[in-house]
Structures are given as structure tokens and as C-alpha cells.
């Protein structure tokens, strides 16, 4: 197939995972993918085993770090700068079960799976919105279903050191994040001919669990399902025509559209998530 011959997609975490799976696939169809992610040495050979597989050459790497702000403004500039159209973002990348704190002094978790995140998709935004009303940009949030298990956001939390010991709560939190993030860039997307999508890829055996202690890390890996499986709803959220009239929702691993949990569809706390962040990062609400 060479249907997406002409398009570009970005994907942070690509380097493994459902990321890696998701590249491969689109480069596969004749896209040209740009792998965002840490480290160029670990991330080359998957370019090489990519490029080889898809049959050219448009498959490249662009450094970030997302638990970095700086990282990331520096990686969205090298993007604007080129004026390159972005067709569809994908932001894959995350963590789980690590405690800690950001460069920038937020819970770790939080700081990398939605303000990194965030920051990324602000700044490259005009990149992504095109004025092709029958072919809009689209943005994909890989969330989770651990969402539903989110009770409530403790702002202040999110400006300290993980507290839970398994780090679980905190990826809930962050991935009922993930899911008001979806809705609010919607929302305010408003005519322009953008699209936005929250998924969940099913419990998948990758290296997101690598910071979970080992033992229960080995145990719980042996019930998840492959990455191969698990990018099957980030590849059809982000190119399947027939979710190009849909925006703001979520799908399921068997990209079946889902209700969200009373928290995720609250768009008083979609909107204070975003004006926080805005003022987190310092960007205009």
C-alpha cells in the first residue's frame, strides 16, 4: 500500500513499542515518519530496520526528551523552522511505575506523558492545521483506560515528587489528562480543519513498564497483549477516513468509540487543566 505517500507523521517514543509497530506501519504505506524521541544511538538501528522494511528512505529521527521543556521547545523549533506540513502527530511516548521529578520540577510522570506532551502539541500546532477541510490534521493522544481510575487532580501534587509507591496513581492521572487534553484541543480547534483523538492500546507488554520493579514488572507482563496489537487503534485513529468527521473522542483497543469517565468529560476541568499547563510552560492560555 502507498496510500500515504505524501504525508508526514509525527510520533514521539517511536524507538519501541506500539511507536516503533506505528512507524513501521505508516512508513510502510509510503509515509514519511519522524521518529521523536532521547537517544539517536538506540533509535538508528530501528530507523535502518524501518526503512528497510518500507522500501525508502523517509524515516528519520528528531531528538526530545519530553521530560525536558527545553528539550522539547528545541525539538518544535527544528520542526518549524524546516516549514514542513505535518499531517498527523502522534504523541506515543510515555512512562509508568517511575518516581521522581522533571527537569523543570514537576511529578515525573505528569511531567512527561501530558506537559511534555503538551508543550510539543501547542508549539507545533501551526504546523499541523491545513486548510483541507476533507483531509484534516490530526492529532492522537495514546492514553490509557487507567483513566477511569483517576478520582480527582491534585494540582499541587503535580509540582512534587511521586508519592505513590507503585507510581500508579500518578499514571492515572496523567493518562485522565491525556483524555481532557483530547477534548479541550477540540473544543477550541473549533472550524479550523483539525482533528483530535484519545485511545486506549490495550495493557501492552513495552517498555513503558520498564521503571516497575521486576518481579511484578515480569508477572504482569505475561497477561498484556503485543505492541502489535496494541497500535492497531493509533493506526486507525490517525488514518482511517472514516473517523476524519469524528474529533475529541475516545476508542478502545478494538477502536470502538468508548465513554469517558465522568472526570474526562468535564469541560470546566479540561479547561483549568489547560490554562494551568499553558501557565506551567509559559504559553498564552
Not at 496510500?3 to 509497530?21: H, P, Y
Not at 523517509?58 to 505535518?86: M, T
Amino acid at each position: 500500500m502507498s496510500d500515504l505517500q505524501g504525508k508526514t507523521f509525527v510520533i514521539t517514543g517511536a524507538n519501541t513499542g506500539i511507536g516503533k509497530v506505528t512507524a513501521a506501519t505508516l512508513a510502510k504505506r509510503g509515509a514519511h515518519v519522524v521518529v521523536a524521541c532521547r537517544s539517536k544511538e538506540k533509535t538508528e538501528p530501528v530507523i535502518a530496520e524501518i526503512r528497510a522494511a518500507a522500501g525508502h528512505d523517509r524515516v528519520e529521527w528528531l531528538g526530545v526528551d519530553l521530560s525536558d521543556l527545553a528539550s522539547v521547545r528545541k525539538a518544535a523549533d527544528q520542526l518549524l523552522q524546516r516549514n514542513l506540513p505535518i499531517h498527523c502527530l502522534i504523541n506515543n511516548a510515555g512512562l509508568a511505575g517511575k518516581p521522581g521529578l522533571t527537569a523543570d520540577g514537576f511529578e515525573i510522570t505528569f511531567g512527561t506523558n501530558h506537559l511534555g506532551h503538551y508543550l510539543w502539541t501547542r508549539m507545533l500546532q501551526p504546523a499541523l492545521v491545513t486548510s483541507n477541510a476533507a483531509a484534516p490534521a490530526r492529532i492522537v493522544n495514546v492514553a490509557s483506560r487507567a483513566h477511569y481510575n483517576a478520582k480527582t487532580i491534585d494540582w499541587a501534587a503535580q509540582r512534587q515528587r511521586t508519592k505513590s509507591r507503585t507510581g500508579m496513581t500518578e499514571y492515572s492521572v496523567s493518562k485522565l489528562c491525556n483524555v481532557l487534553f483530547t477534548k479541550e484541543l477540540a473544543t477550541r480547534a473549533g472550524d479550523q480543519a483539525l482533528r483530535t483523538y484519545a485511545l486506549h492500546p490495550g495493557v501492552v507488554a513495552t517498555d513503558v513498564w520498564r521503571q516497575v520493579p521486576s518481579p511484578l514488572r515480569w508477572v504482569i507482563k505475561k497477561f498484556m497483549i503485543t505492541p502489535e496489537q496494541g497500535a492497531a487503534t493509533s493506526i486507525k485513529t490517525a488514518t482511517d477516513p472514516a473517523l476524519a468527521s469524528q474529533t475529541g473522542r475516545y476508542y478502545d483497543t478494538d477502536g470502538s468509540e468508548r465513554r469517558v469517565s465522568r472526570l474526562a468529560n468535564d469541560p470546566a476541568l479540561a479547561r483549568e487543566l489547560w490554562n494551568r499547563s499553558a501557565e506551567w510552560v509559559g504559553l498564552p492560555a
